[in-house]
């Protein structure tokens, strides 16, 4: 079935750092991918989204992009900030269905 | 409101008791979904609504799960003697069609 796997967390970075949180998937034909983020104390956010391949998702600085040859959406972001410190999570929705398959989440802390 | 609203944000419940938990989603919006979060893991999918109508409810864990959209506006998930392994958090999020989902900030349920 459809699934989506995504680094064990908690990542923990210096404020400046470049970011990498890898995201793979599997699915059946052409699915749409997500990123949301879910800060403490709120609720789940969309981040950036891309809907078809080679695709770039892009948002307050984060990017992805869907690579099918690979399976892919890792989020990347050129330098972090203590703000951004949250939990992201990768998902995915196929044309067949409407409901989003997640990951596990991934736990970003930022050190000043 | 601006955004999809949950209530209660917190609810412990002793085994056995009966709980009903309410998603006011953004006017408007058509489609809305009910997700189970467990602690350190990924939303997992429960059931969808368009409208009035309850197009899917295969991710209900067991019959002690109940959703419903009567008005095609407000919903509620209720769930009937609860038991430990209930314990999650509940999310609720609508959408306009087949885009974004915005999402509510949840209910923490702990049963004890």
């Known amino acids: 079935g459809d699934s989506v796997t995504q680094m064990e967390g908690p990542v923990t970075l210096s404020e400046e750092a470049f970011l990498t949180i890898n995201c793979t998937y599997t699915a059946t034909g052409y699915p749409s991918l997500f990123w949301y983020v879910q800060y403490p104390g709120e609720g789940l956010q969309l981040l950036l989204k891309?809907?078809?391949a080679d695709d770039k998702g892009s948002n307050k600085g984060f990017e992805a992009t869907y690579r099918k040859e690979t399976t892919s959406f890792h989020l990347e972001k050129g330098s972090v900030q203590v703000s951004d410190s949250a939990v992201y999570f990768c998902a995915l929705r196929t044309d067949s269905n409407y409901q989003l398959i997640w990951g596990a989440g991934t736990k970003l802390i930022i050190k000043p | 409101g601006a955004g999809v609203s949950q209530s209660p944000r917190y609810k412990v419940a002793k085994r056995g008791q009966d709980v009903a938990l309410r998603c006011d989603p953004i006017s408007g919006h058509v489609s809305l979904f009910w997700y189970q979060q467990a602690l350190g893991q990924g939303p997992e999918f429960l059931t969808y609504?368009?409208?009035?109508?309850?197009?899917?409810k295969s991710g209900l864990p067991s019959d002690r799960f109940f959703a419903e959209r009567p008005e095609g506006s407000v919903s509620t998930l209720k769930i009937q003697r609860t038991q430990q392994e209930d314990s999650a958090v509940y999310l609720c999020a609508s959408t306009p069609g087949i885009t974004e989902a915005f999402f509510g900030q949840g209910t923490r349920l702990t049963v004890v």
């Open positions: 891309a809907t078809k």
């Open positions: 609504f368009q409208n009035e109508a309850q197009l899917d």
